[in-house]
C-alpha cells in the first residue's frame, strides 16, 4: 500500500479504521509513504496488520482512535507479526483507551523494530506511544523522538519481553515531556 490518504474511516467492531490487512502466516504487508488520519475502531484505529512481516516506513500517522472495548489497542497502529517494522514514520494525536496510544506490537519467534520515528501527544492506558509484547523476539528501539505523549500507566513505552527473548537494544532516543499517572 503505498502513496494514499486513508481518512475519516468509522468502523464498529472490526479492525482497522483506516487499513485492515489479515495476510496469513507466510504473508508480508509493506505500509510506504501513506497519510492515514481521523480513523477510528478498535483495535487499530489507523491500521490493522497480521503478517508475518508487516513494514511501516514514512507514513504521517495522526488523529487515529481506538476506543469503546476491552480490545481497544493501538491507536494509530496494531501489528500482530513475527517480523514488525516501524521507520521514519510520524505518529501524532492518536489515542487508545487501553494499550499503546501511538502503537500496539504483539511479536512472536521474531523481531520487533521502531527506527527513527516521532511520536507526538499520544495518550493510551499502557504505554502512551507503544505497547510493545514481545516472545523469544529481538526489540530495537532506536534513534525516536518521543515528546509530550500521556498515559495512565506509563508515559511513553511499554515494554513486555518473555525471559527467552534474545536481545533489546534501546537507545539514541529523545524522552521529553511524557507523563504517566501510575
Not at 70 to 91: F, K
Request: glycine fraction near 14%; aromatic fraction near 10%; proline fraction near 2%.
Amino acid at each position: 500500500v503505498e502513496g494514499l490518504t486513508l481518512r475519516k474511516g468509522l468502523i464498529w467492531y472490526h479492525p482497522g479504521g483506516g487499513l485492515y490487512a489479515v495476510v496469513g502466516t507466510l504473508g508480508t504487508v509493506t505500509v510506504n509513504r501513506n497519510r492515514i488520519e481521523n480513523n477510528t475502531t478498535y483495535p487499530g484505529g489507523g491500521v490493522f496488520i497480521s503478517a508475518s512481516t508487516a513494514t511501516l516506513p514514512n507514513n504521517s500517522i495522526t488523529g487515529n482512535t481506538s476506543s469503546s472495548s476491552s480490545d481497544c489497542a493501538g491507536g494509530g497502529v496494531y501489528l500482530a507479526a513475527t517480523t514488525a517494522t516501524l521507520i521514519n514514520n510520524s505518529l501524532m494525536d492518536n489515542m487508545s483507551c487501553y494499550y499503546g496510544g501511538g502503537v500496539c506490537i504483539i511479536s512472536s519467534f521474531g523481531s520487533v523494530t521502531l527506527f527513527n520515528n516521532i511520536m507526538w501527544h499520544n495518550s493510551g492506558g499502557y504505554g502512551s506511544v507503544a505497547y510493545i509484547v514481545a516472545v523469544k523476539s529481538d526489540v530495537e528501539i532506536i534513534g525516536n523522538n518521543y515528546v509530550l505523549n500521556s498515559g495512565h500507566h506509563l508515559g511513553a513505552i511499554y515494554l513486555d519481553l518473555d525471559s527467552e527473548s534474545n536481545s533489546t537494544n534501546l537507545y539514541n532516543n529523545l524522552f521529553l515531556g511524557n507523563i504517566g499517572y501510575d
